[in-house]
């Protein structure tokens, strides 16, 4: 399958120029002034991103790391949690964390799941009809749920008539709308400002919007939902670039001696350091799908993404950023994601709270228990879903697998957003290389090389040699 020409977008025959300027790896020296300054304006001061022939991208230690020391707490650049996820868990659509209060969780949650469970609108399938490679699932929102409690209870654990005790302890960020829309939610003003100058005010459905825009963008929406919600982060992306965009255009030093193109090559910048493959080449052969119809499956997969970009096209469409809407350059974006090896996830505070009260003295537990048992029955076993999604972390991304990592992602209990948070497993010298794992480690070699062959490599850590069959 030769995309470039069989592509069924005609910005792909129009830009073609462009769109190979966009794909093409950004030059070496132009990488590394990112990243150094990326890691300036973080203060990540304790390490620094490398280039070598041999293994492109790495990350090494500016210091010593002794273990379970911090490495790095990586800002999301493009997030979005799982539409599914959105039933068990209300977070800020900037920062992602959690939001109102635990009887506001507890009590949206519990409605949610008492509507979904009689709608049944929850048990979508992801690809049309397989299921395979997909990332949200809602254990809540598709189990039986025997225990539902009246509706006036959690509306009043919504608007905060309702207390549960000791959940002083807990306090969670008041509640904030977006400006337009009724759909987003955030934890301070200053994260809704940020997520409508960012992403949000391209993709916002509220009055602010025109309506024949409004409705295009719930129509991307709905597909994404109906789909695979990777669709709407990509979007996201997208927005990030247009919005930048026009930002450099305003600056009138900008404007006077360089083209739009290269504005929007500097307003693309950060996301053209993580392209590896097209989504459809990248995903993971589900194991319901035979070997000899693997291209059928791999064309679908693109005929979706295809219709997907129509549906955004219709709703964000700047033609001045026509390139941005090409099916090569939307498929990048995509497998950017696919590709990323560390989701989003927060910890939910519900479990928190939960293990407090079972941890209270005996006759405080069971006073506390009187109030709280008949919420913990109808959450179930799942009772503190944590928030899950997709998300790309610029720095997190550039670091290498190992099977032996000498780090791992691992969020302490005061990580309470989206960013990434990389811990030390064991001392690290200065200069060594920073490695991850991609993949649970603790599987036989050949699995693991299996498992490494989505990404696209063979591993040759030590381990792997060691482990090797000759
Ligand atoms: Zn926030
Ligand atoms: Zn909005
Ligand atoms: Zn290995």
Not at 129 to 140: N, R, V
Not at 308 to 328: G, N, T
Request: glycine share 6%.
């Amino acid at each position: 399958m030769d995309p470039s020409s069989t592509s069924p977008c005609e910005l792909d025959r129009e830009f073609a120029p462009q769109i190979a300027q966009l794909l093409a790896a950004p030059p070496l020296q132009s990488a590394q002034e990112y990243y150094d300054r990326l890691i300036q304006s973080g203060k990540h001061d304790g390490i620094r991103v490398n280039f070598s022939s041999k293994h492109g991208k790495g990350v090494c230690a500016n210091k010593e790391f002794a273990e379970g020391d911090l490495i790095l707490k990586d800002r999301i650049l493009v997030g979005a949690q799982h539409s599914l996820n959105k039933i068990d868990c209300t977070v800020c659509s900037y920062c992602f964390r959690f939001v109102g209060s635990i009887e506001f969780q507890i009590g949206r949650r519990l409605y949610w799941q008492s509507i979904g469970s009689n709608s049944d609108c929850t048990n979508r399938r992801h690809y049309h009809g397989s299921d395979a490679g997909s990332s949200a699932s809602s254990s809540g929102a598709t189990k039986e749920n025997s225990n539902t409690l009246p509706e006036e209870a959690l509306r009043s654990l919504i608007n905060g008539n309702l207390s549960l005790p000791f959940t002083d302890h807990f306090g969670l960020p008041r509640v904030v709308a977006c400006r337009g829309c009724e759909e987003e939610r955030y934890c301070s003003q200053s994260c809704a400002d940020s997520d409508w100058e960012t992403y949000h005010s391209l993709l916002c459905t509220g009055s602010k919007t025109d309506p024949s825009r409004r409705s295009a963008i719930h129509k991307f929406v709905e597909h994404a939902n109906g789909t695979n919600d990777i669709f709407l982060v990509a979007a996201k992306a997208i927005t990030l670039t247009v919005l930048r965009y026009n930002k450099l255009k305003r600056q009138p030093q900008k404007n006077t001696d360089e083209s739009n193109f290269s504005l929007l090559m500097e307003a693309w910048k950060p996301l053209s350091m993580g392209f590896k493959k097209r989504w459809w080449d990248s995903v993971a052969l589900p194991d319901d799908v035979d070997f000899c119809d693997e291209d059928s499956f791999r064309q679908q997969i693109r005929d979706l993404a295809y219709t997907s970009l129509q549906l955004l096209k219709d709703a964000i469409f700047e033609s001045e950023c026509a390139p941005l809407f090409s099916l090569e350059v939307y498929g990048h974006i995509i497998g950017m994601f696919e590709l990323n090896n560390l989701g989003l996830v927060v910890a939910s505070p519900v479990e928190d709270y939960f293990i407090h009260i079972d941890d209270l003295p005996d006759d405080e537990k069971e006073e506390a228990e009187k109030v709280t048992r008949p919420f913990l029955d109808a959450l179930g076993e799942d009772y503190a879903v944590p928030c899950e999604g997709t998300a790309f972390f610029p720095l997190q991304s550039c670091m290498n697998h190992s099977c032996c990592p000498n780090a791992k992602a691992y969020k302490r209990d005061e990580d309470t957003d989206g960013d990434a948070v990389i811990i030390a497993l064991k001392p690290i010298s200065k200069d060594d290389e920073i490695t991850i794992s991609y993949i649970d480690e603790d599987v036989p070699y050949e699995e693991r090389q299996a498992q490494l062959a989505d990404y696209g490599f063979i591993c040759t850590c030590p381990r792997c040699q060691e482990e090797k069959p000759n």
